[in-house]
């Protein structure tokens, strides 16, 4: 099983580390996700819906 990412890591770093696509992280309107931003505020973000 693979390790939690950790969440400072960026959008960006995250899809060139894992092979992905730009643009595959979308928003919850499906928009691209900025590059900069860290996976940790998607977690929150998530979690307050």
Sequence with gaps: M?????SDCTVGTFEKKHGL??????NPDGRDTR???K???IRKESERK
């Design 2 to 6: 693979a390790r939690k990412t950790r």
């Design 39 to 41: 996976i940790g505020t």
């Design 35 to 37: 590059s900069d931003k």
């Design 21 to 26: 696509p730009p643009g595959t992280i979308r």
